[in-house]
């Protein structure tokens, strides 16, 4: 599989060539040839590019949601100057505040989408044995399952709302395709991948025998990232922008502050000298900056599965069915590939409860997963239920501009 960072370094070596030879012969001239004709995308050869733009546009909608749901959630505070980001903090998402973020997963599923139906009708393609075409289907499965766990309710192209879950159904049809092509190619990133997304979905739809059955599929020590580059701001990773270049986002006053030396949720208390006296502050200069250290870079990669996130699955499983001493075996598979101690079973549900889902908090840190979570445990009425939400927004609701554009929701 060819990523699209690996696509732009081939294409940098073709340009530098070029500029090459042109400062060296008056004969070889370059042109801007200006918009590509879309006749000139009917082609197999423009699958890649098709599915490298789906995976840009799935990155780029993906690192947003990494910063609301971060401080939407109990992953990280705000110490910044933002006022969206002050409110999302208190738990008040609204409709005007989200605009921009809406507009960028709805796109990442409708290019993905649409793009599939396009390389499917391109003449002399083979679509059913083709890798791109899994991969292609593997990220509309990852667009419609972050809409699935974030926004309140589905809107489809100009449509009526409806449920959530309808993004989940259709999460699970692509990566079910996605899984069928990559089979008949063995392409085992894709499938692996595709296994772990469904079983996430399969979970969410309250499927958890499915889910269980397709979280065996995926290895410990299995990780698929979302793609993140250097190479513009578009590409970039937003939370280290506003954790490294700017101070923003702090751990410090979450729970995440009292856990030390953990792998799973790297941070680092920052100060203003090197004789570490005074503690940085965040951009709105009164609270202390505990910086994330699991992006430090820019080009730093999302997860989309992880091997210990389908442990966790697992184990939430085992749990949901009363068998703490079996959840735990997995909770403890899932520390050990972090060289983490393992936990000794409580005897209690509730305890249990309540360290499972910490622990799958830390599993999945920052990774824009969090609020779902918190968002199924609050409307447990069981040992599992969790009141970090109480009084606060569980989702993201329909856009403002969605609102005013979308003939069928009549404005609200």
């Not at 370059?30 to 995308?41: E, H, K, S, Y």
């Not at 409110?87 to 599939?116: C, F, H, T």
């Not at 419609?144 to 974030?150: I, K, S």
């Not at 570490?276 to 430090?296: E, H, L, S």
Request: net charge neutral; charged share 20%; with cysteine.
């Amino acid at each position: 599989m060819t990523s699209h960072k690996t696509l732009r370094r081939r294409l940098g070596v073709v340009l530098t060539a070029a500029a090459g030879l042109a400062a060296c012969s008056d004969i070889v001239t370059v042109t801007n040839p200006g918009p590509i004709a879309d006749a000139a995308l009917t082609t197999p050869d423009a699958v890649p590019g098709f599915v490298t733009g789906m995976s840009g546009d799935l990155s780029n909608a993906l690192d947003e949601l990494v910063r609301i749901t971060g401080i939407a959630s109990d992953e990280l505070a705000h110490g910044g100057s933002y006022t969206g980001e002050g409110l999302w903090y208190r738990g008040i998402i609204k409709p005007e505040d989200i605009n921009s973020q809406w507009a960028l997963m709805q796109r990442a599923r409708w290019v993905a989408e649409s793009g599939i139906e396009r390389i499917k009708a391109l003449p002399g393609y083979t679509y059913d044995t083709d890798p791109a075409a899994a991969r292609a289907n593997l990220l509309a499965g990852f667009a419609n399952r972050l809409l699935g766990e974030n926004v309140c309710r589905a809107v489809f192209d100009g449509g009526p709302a409806t449920s959530d879950s309808a993004h989940f159904q259709r999460a699970q049809a692509y990566f079910t395709e996605a899984i069928r092509i990559a089979q008949s190619k063995n392409v085992i990133d894709v499938l692996t991948a595709a296994y772990g997304g469904r079983a996430s979905v399969r979970a969410s739809l309250g499927d958890w025998t499915g889910a269980v059955a397709d979280a065996q599929q995926v290895p410990a020590s299995f990780v698929y990232n979302a793609l993140f580059s250097t190479n513009s701001t578009r590409e970039a990773n937003s939370l280290v922008q506003e954790t490294y270049v700017r101070r923003e986002f702090t751990v410090f006053g979450t729970q995440w502050a009292q856990v030390f030396n953990d792998p799973r949720v790297p941070w680092d208390t920052i100060y203003t000298s090197t004789a570490k006296t005074t503690v940085q502050k965040g951009q709105d200069g009164k609270t202390n900056f505990f910086r994330q250290r699991k992006y430090p870079d820019l080009g730093s990669d999302i997860p989309l599965v992880k091997g210990t996130e389908m442990l966790m699955l697992r184990a939430e499983a085992a749990l949901r069915n009363g068998d703490i001493a079996g959840a735990f075996t997995l909770i403890n598979q899932q520390r050990a590939q972090y060289k983490l101690a393992a936990l000794v079973p409580p005897t209690d549900l509730t305890a249990a409860w309540q360290t499972l889902e910490k622990e799958y908090g830390a599993v999945m840190w920052l990774e824009a997963r969090r609020l779902w979570q918190l968002r199924r445990w609050s409307a447990d009425t069981g040992p599992a239920h969790s009141s970090f939400l109480a009084g606060r927004a569980s989702c993201i609701p329909i856009s403002q501009e969605e609102q005013q554009s979308n003939p069928n929701l009549a404005g609200g």
